[in-house]
């Protein structure tokens, strides 16, 4: 599975998009971009995923470069509950094992 | 959470001893893996299964054994050859034959070796 990286935090004030980059450079062709968030104490939550088109969903939307060389995740309108950390991941299969490897995430505070 | 089930949410155990902690999934899922997280730190691979009596391991399999006997179960054993055993563990399930589905995360165990 690719690698990717992001920064380590992000600030946002609530109301605000909030938009969360990451880089895959390494992306194969058959390999999706996920996105989780976790909740301090809690299992990671799946948000949104995408393969070249850009997705929307209840949650967020995931703008995918045309490169798929990287993504970012929007949160139209953060609330002081999208306090969290973001993983970026990204997952494809081989015919063999998928690692599922995640990276240390972007920890977002939204504040007042 | 999403039919996969950590056992138990809160662990103690006396230095020097083996503990297993449990992972069951209802999902009908191949692949099972589990993670270890530290104090502000991300997740970091211990073992994974992509299909039953096979696993392979992670970036951090030093001191963990896993068996995968079943489907459903994926119980992880930290052994006293794990020296800083105290973190919070979390197992995850995919349904390995669709790229286009997302894994389901346990709600974890806190370990804690005194």
């Known amino acids: 599975d690719a690698k990717t990286t992001q920064p380590t935090s992000m600030d946002c004030a609530e109301g605000r998009a909030a938009n969360l980059p990451c880089n895959h450079s390494t992306i194969s062709g058959n390999e999706y971009v996920y996105w989780y968030r976790q909740i301090h104490s809690q299992g990671p939550q799946y948000i949104i995923h995408?393969?070249?088109n850009n997705e929307t969903n209840e949650m967020a939307s995931l703008i995918i470069t045309e490169d798929r060389k990287s993504s970012t995740l929007i949160l139209p309108h953060a609330t002081l509950r999208d306090t969290a950390v973001y993983y970026c991941?990204?997952?494809?299969?081989?015919?063999?094992?998928?690692?599922?490897?995640f990276g240390t995430g972007t920890r977002l505070q939204v504040t007042l | 959470d999403g039919g996969i089930t950590q056992s138990p949410k809160y662990l103690f155990r006396k230095e020097g001893q083996n503990v297993t902690l449990s992972c069951e999934q209802n999902l009908n899922h191949d692949a099972m893996y589990w993670y270890r997280q530290d104090p502000g730190q991300g997740l970091r691979l211990i073992y994974y299964s992509q299909i039953v009596n096979d696993f392979q391991k992670g970036d951090i399999a030093e001191g963990y054994s896993v068996s995968r006997e079943k489907k459903e179960s994926f119980p992880l054993t930290v052994t006293s050859a794990q020296k800083n055993p105290t973190a919070f563990y979390l197992c995850?399930?995919?349904?390995?034959?669709?790229?286009?589905?997302?894994?389901?995360f346990g709600q974890g165990t806190r370990l804690t070796v005194v």
């Open positions: 991941i990204v997952r494809g299969h081989t015919g063999t094992a998928s690692k599922l490897t």
């Open positions: 995850a399930t995919i349904n390995r034959a669709e790229m286009n589905t997302e894994a389901f």
């Open positions: 995408g393969l070249k």
